[in-house]
């Protein structure tokens, strides 16, 4: 399979507790972005990486979210201190990254729920 | 930041042919991409405008007027698998090496037997 993967699908935490989520873009693309889904709602941009650094971040990524790209490959996004308001889908998405043509393709999404 | 609307709801039945509409307010950006997703699932890409006009992929096609700042999926020979959630996404920003997209709410379609 060359989509992109994410890990773990499912995470069931208590509040105050950390997790970390793993993302595995498409092998040759360059850029790769995290969102969040709520119920109801599109997903929100959180951060992108264009190879290891890290070129945006949402004000949706509070002080207690971090992610990183030390290779310029996988992605992990952590999240400190969780709270139930942290609950969502998290998306990761990938995209070659070729000017003005930015098809992304996103990943199954690891399904947070903060308890 | 940006504001694009959808329609919540849509309904219809197989066979059938139906228009998700998705207007935005912001301009100066390179496309609108149309995504596909079903409960549970990951978006899946549909189709891309850069330019004004439509573009068609099979039964799917995507339609943008940036005078009108308005897009539309159309959607043909409905078939019941086509039940799920639509999400037009506006991005990226012009004049910006920033890849960001934003999103719609999204548009429930249902399709009856």
């Known amino acids: 399979d060359t989509g992109v993967s994410q890990n773990p699908r499912h995470k069931i935490t208590k509040r105050g507790q950390n997790v970390t989520f793993r993302c595995d873009p498409i092998?040759?693309?360059?850029?790769l972005y995290w969102y969040r889904q709520t119920l109801g709602q599109g997903p929100e941009f959180l951060t992108y990486?264009?190879?290891?650094?890290?070129?945006?971040k949402s004000r949706l990524l509070s002080d207690r979210f971090s992610a990183e790209r030390p290779k310029g490959s996988f992605s992990t996004l952590e999240i400190q201190r969780t709270e139930q308001g942290d609950s969502a889908m998290y998306l990761c998405?990938?995209?070659?990254?070729?000017?003005?043509?930015?098809?992304?393709?996103f990943g199954p999404g690891t399904r947070l729920l903060v308890l | 930041g940006q504001s694009l609307e959808q329609p919540s709801e849509v309904t219809a039945v197989e066979g059938a042919i139906v228009q998700i509409n998705c207007t935005y307010q912001?301009?100066?950006?390179?496309?609108l991409s149309w995504y596909q997703q079903h409960d549970g699932g990951a978006p899946t890409f549909l189709s891309y405008?850069?330019?004004?006009g439509l573009e068609e992929t099979g039964r799917f096609s995507s339609f943008l007027s940036r005078s009108d700042s308005y897009g539309y999926l159309l959607l043909q020979e409905l078939q019941m698998k086509d039940s799920a959630s639509y999400f037009c996404?506006?991005?990226?920003?012009?004049?910006?090496?920033?890849?960001?997209?934003?999103f719609g709410r999204g548009t429930q379609l249902t399709v009856w037997p």
């Open positions: 996404a506006q991005g990226p920003d012009r004049g910006s090496t920033l890849g960001r997209l934003y």
């Open positions: 912001t301009s100066g950006f390179y496309g």
């Open positions: 998405a990938s995209s070659l990254g070729r000017r003005g043509l930015e098809t992304q393709y």
């Open positions: 405008n850069g330019l004004d």
């Open positions: 990486f264009q190879n290891e650094a890290q070129l945006e």
């Open positions: 092998s040759e693309h360059n850029r």
